[in-house]
């Protein structure tokens, strides 16, 4: 036997040694959760008085960082406005880092508790696709609601004939929606201002790039004028098509359009501000947010200060970006502040919860772990993707503002992001 078989044989070995451990490991598992340690355990050193506190304390954390980006929002200070929109970054990187950390991991530890049933918990994948099952769904609503608003600015109706009277003229099938940038059903309103500075501008492109011409949000209507088709001086002023003319003596023979070219056809950012995602957001951190709650109200001993420490962070950076993603998105103040409002009694809900189911709350019943395991894993599928797809990418990857800045601004912008995330990292290790 050489001794390229040796080793072969020795790795075979030592593989199925692996192997026979890791099943093993899974059997002895199951055979030593013995049924005392998923019965009720008795709960030492509980203070009920320092529980009713936690109720207040957590609910200032919350009420602080859920309405700061209001009020910032309301201030006219340039210094604020960047630090407003650096905020909105660091938000982004605490939702994607709550979602993985604070979210999907708790729920792969519930489901593969080994108080559960090892039918179940013999597949160790359930969280990841209950995850999954809310990215797939939340894709679908996304994609629902971009077509649905996308239809209605199509058939927005200027005049009983129905269509804008800039495209009075234009022959039948030279009308196209202007299709979205993929990712987003709530893109960046930096764009939107960009694009629609003065409210109602005609922008014609040369060449082969049709020209667009949008209204002002957060209804986007969108029509593009087909390149076989070009306007005179006097069809611009009177804004309907006629004979034909360059788009460069369009521009030139009129100032009132303020037409400007198109700089690229990739500059162009669908941006239909839509509150869904935010309220979709919301629903996922609430859901968390109360499981937390309630697990706070049942904790005592050394640990409790410990986990109500870490929740005052938690509870301020989360709603922290909850109330930049509100901003974000345009909602109107009142809106806003019951967005703030929901998530600032959530956990303090599930505190007082805790507090009063506390001698019969079994945290090792099967019924708690699924509960727990599935809501966290559907909580969790809902942040990542709207942090990754209608977040992230609509305001920081694809924002024609972001990507104009200066490099220290760009810089200033990553940072801020990874903060978000290396905090709630850390936060993730005591809550």
Not at 401 to 409: D, E, K, L, N, T
Request: proline share 5%.
């Amino acid at each position: 036997m050489n001794y390229r078989m040796y080793l072969y044989m020795r790795g075979e070995t030592g593989i199925a040694r692996v192997g026979t451990m890791q099943s093993l490991g899974r059997s002895v598992a199951h055979s030593t959760a013995d049924p005392d340690n998923c019965e009720l355990e008795e709960l030492e050193d509980y203070n009920q008085g320092l529980h009713i506190g936690a109720i207040f304390i957590i609910l200032a954390a919350s009420i602080l960082g859920a309405f700061a980006p209001v009020v910032l929002r309301h201030l006219p200070w340039r210094p604020v406005q960047v630090t407003l929109k650096l905020g909105t970054f660091f938000a982004f990187g605490t939702i994607i880092s709550t979602g993985f950390i604070h979210m999907l991991q708790p729920a792969a530890e519930s489901l593969s508790s080994p108080c559960l049933p090892e039918s179940f918990t013999s597949y160790e994948a359930w969280a990841y696709v209950f995850a999954l099952i809310a990215i797939v769904l939340m894709q679908l609503i996304d994609f629902l609601i971009s077509s649905t608003f996308q239809g209605e600015g199509l058939s927005h109706s200027h005049q009983p004939g129905g269509l804008d009277p800039a495209l009075d003229g234009l022959p039948p099938g030279k009308l196209a929606p202007l299709t979205p940038t993929p990712g987003s059903a709530c893109g960046s309103d930096e764009d939107l201002k960009e694009k629609h500075a003065h409210g109602h501008a005609h922008a014609h492109a040369q060449g082969p790039v049709p020209a667009q011409h949008c209204h002002e949000p957060c209804h986007q209507h969108c029509h593009e004028h087909g390149p076989g088709r070009t306007l005179t001086p006097e069809a611009c002023e009177e804004g309907r098509g006629g004979a034909e003319q360059t788009p460069a003596d369009c521009a030139h023979g009129t100032d009132r359009l303020g037409a400007k070219l198109v700089e690229a056809a990739d500059d162009v950012h669908a941006a239909a501000c839509h509150p869904v995602a935010v309220y979709l957001l919301e629903a996922g951190i609430v859901f968390h947010s109360v499981i937390i709650g309630l697990t706070l109200g049942v904790t005592s001993g050394s640990a409790f200060n410990t986990l109500l420490i870490a929740l005052c962070f938690h509870q301020f950076f989360e709603g922290f970006a909850l109330g930049f993603a509100a901003v974000s998105s345009q909602l109107a103040t009142l809106k806003m502040a019951a967005i703030g409002a929901v998530y600032a009694l959530s956990t303090p809900i599930g505190i007082g919860i805790g507090i009063g189911v506390r001698s019969s709350y079994n945290q090792n019943a099967q019924s708690t772990l699924y509960v727990q395991g599935i809501f966290d894993s559907f909580s969790a599928g809902i942040l990542i993707y709207v942090g990754l797809v209608q977040l992230l990418n609509a305001h920081m990857t694809q924002n024609v503002w972001f990507r104009r800045q200066a490099w220290p601004v760009k810089v200033l912008g990553f940072c801020a992001f990874y903060g978000g995330i290396t905090v709630m990292a850390i936060i993730g290790k005591y809550a």
